[in-house]
Nanobody
Framework: VQLQASGGGLVQAGGSLRLSCKASGMNFRMYSMDWYRQAPGKQRELVASISGTGNTNYTDSVKGRFTVSRDNVWRTLYLQMNSLRPEDTAVYYC?????????WGQGTQVTVSS
Protein backbone atom coordinates (compact mmCIF):
# COMPACT_ATOMS: atom_id res chain seq x y z
CA VAL A 1 0.00 0.00 0.00
CA GLN A 2 1.32 3.41 -0.99
CA LEU A 3 -0.37 6.74 -0.42
CA GLN A 4 0.79 9.98 -2.01
CA ALA A 5 -0.79 13.20 -0.72
CA SER A 6 -0.63 16.57 -2.40
CA GLY A 7 -2.40 19.91 -2.59
CA GLY A 8 -1.30 21.68 0.57
CA GLY A 9 -0.14 25.26 0.65
CA LEU A 10 -0.48 28.70 2.18
CA VAL A 11 -3.91 30.32 2.14
CA GLN A 12 -5.56 33.24 3.90
CA ALA A 13 -8.29 32.69 6.45
CA GLY A 14 -11.60 32.12 4.69
CA GLY A 15 -9.91 30.58 1.69
CA SER A 16 -10.08 27.08 0.23
CA LEU A 17 -7.76 24.23 -0.63
CA ARG A 18 -8.29 20.76 -2.03
CA LEU A 19 -6.05 17.94 -0.94
CA SER A 20 -5.59 14.79 -3.01
CA CYS A 21 -4.23 11.38 -2.09
CA LYS A 22 -3.32 8.89 -4.79
CA ALA A 23 -3.36 5.26 -3.68
CA SER A 24 -1.53 2.31 -5.17
CA GLY A 25 -0.85 -1.29 -4.27
CA MET A 26 -4.35 -1.88 -2.93
CA ASN A 27 -7.88 -2.62 -4.05
CA PHE A 28 -8.84 0.97 -3.34
CA ARG A 29 -12.61 0.60 -3.49
CA MET A 30 -12.54 -1.98 -0.69
CA TYR A 31 -10.86 0.32 1.84
CA SER A 32 -12.20 2.99 4.11
CA MET A 33 -9.96 6.02 3.86
CA ASP A 34 -9.12 8.72 6.38
CA TRP A 35 -7.66 12.18 6.57
CA TYR A 36 -5.70 13.04 9.72
CA ARG A 37 -3.90 16.20 10.68
CA GLN A 38 -1.19 17.12 13.14
CA ALA A 39 -0.54 20.67 14.30
CA PRO A 40 2.75 21.65 15.96
CA GLY A 41 2.85 20.42 19.54
CA LYS A 42 -0.44 18.55 19.23
CA GLN A 43 -1.46 14.96 18.75
CA ARG A 44 -2.48 13.70 15.36
CA GLU A 45 -6.27 13.83 15.02
CA LEU A 46 -8.76 12.20 12.70
CA VAL A 47 -10.41 14.83 10.52
CA ALA A 48 -12.63 12.90 8.10
CA SER A 49 -13.35 9.35 6.98
CA ILE A 50 -15.06 7.83 3.98
CA SER A 51 -16.07 4.22 3.49
CA GLY A 52 -15.66 2.31 0.26
CA THR A 53 -19.30 3.01 -0.54
CA GLY A 54 -19.07 6.71 0.27
CA ASN A 55 -20.35 7.04 3.82
CA THR A 56 -18.60 9.93 5.52
CA ASN A 57 -17.77 11.11 9.01
CA TYR A 58 -16.16 14.33 10.23
CA THR A 59 -14.72 15.68 13.41
CA ASP A 60 -16.96 18.41 14.82
CA SER A 61 -14.54 21.27 14.16
CA VAL A 62 -14.66 20.78 10.37
CA LYS A 63 -18.31 19.84 9.85
CA GLY A 64 -19.91 22.09 7.27
CA ARG A 65 -16.54 23.32 6.02
CA PHE A 66 -14.67 20.21 4.82
CA THR A 67 -15.87 17.55 2.41
CA VAL A 68 -14.20 14.19 1.94
CA SER A 69 -14.76 12.33 -1.32
CA ARG A 70 -13.19 9.60 -3.40
CA ASP A 71 -12.84 8.45 -6.97
CA ASN A 72 -12.60 4.67 -6.99
CA VAL A 73 -11.76 4.57 -10.70
CA TRP A 74 -8.73 6.82 -10.29
CA ARG A 75 -7.97 5.46 -6.79
CA THR A 76 -7.85 8.96 -5.38
CA LEU A 77 -9.05 10.41 -2.10
CA TYR A 78 -9.92 14.10 -1.77
CA LEU A 79 -10.45 16.62 1.00
CA GLN A 80 -12.12 19.87 -0.03
CA MET A 81 -11.46 22.46 2.66
CA ASN A 82 -13.49 25.68 2.64
CA SER A 83 -13.73 28.58 5.07
CA LEU A 84 -10.28 27.74 6.37
CA ARG A 85 -9.22 29.06 9.76
CA PRO A 86 -5.78 29.57 11.29
CA GLU A 87 -6.48 26.66 13.63
CA ASP A 88 -6.69 24.37 10.58
CA THR A 89 -2.95 24.86 10.12
CA ALA A 90 -1.34 21.42 10.28
CA VAL A 91 0.31 18.68 8.30
CA TYR A 92 -2.46 16.62 6.71
CA TYR A 93 -2.08 12.90 6.15
CA CYS A 94 -4.13 10.43 4.21
CA UNK A 95 -4.33 7.03 5.80
CA UNK A 96 -5.95 3.64 5.75
CA UNK A 97 -5.91 0.44 7.75
CA UNK A 98 -4.48 -2.48 5.81
CA UNK A 99 -4.81 -5.84 7.57
CA UNK A 100 -4.82 -4.05 10.92
CA UNK A 101 -1.72 -2.04 10.07
CA UNK A 102 -2.19 1.72 9.78
CA UNK A 103 -0.67 3.03 6.54
CA TRP A 104 0.24 6.70 6.07
CA GLY A 105 0.95 9.02 3.21
CA GLN A 106 3.86 11.42 3.52
CA GLY A 107 1.80 14.41 4.67
CA THR A 108 1.13 17.76 3.08
CA GLN A 109 1.45 21.09 4.89
CA VAL A 110 -1.57 23.39 5.13
CA THR A 111 -0.93 26.86 6.53
CA VAL A 112 -3.76 29.32 7.08
CA SER A 113 -2.78 32.91 7.74
CA SER A 114 -5.00 35.28 9.69
Amino acid sequence: VQLQASGGGLVQAGGSLRLSCKASGMNFRMYSMDWYRQAPGKQRELVASISGTGNTNYTDSVKGRFTVSRDNVWRTLYLQMNSLRPEDTAVYYCSTSDRQIRRWGQGTQVTVSS
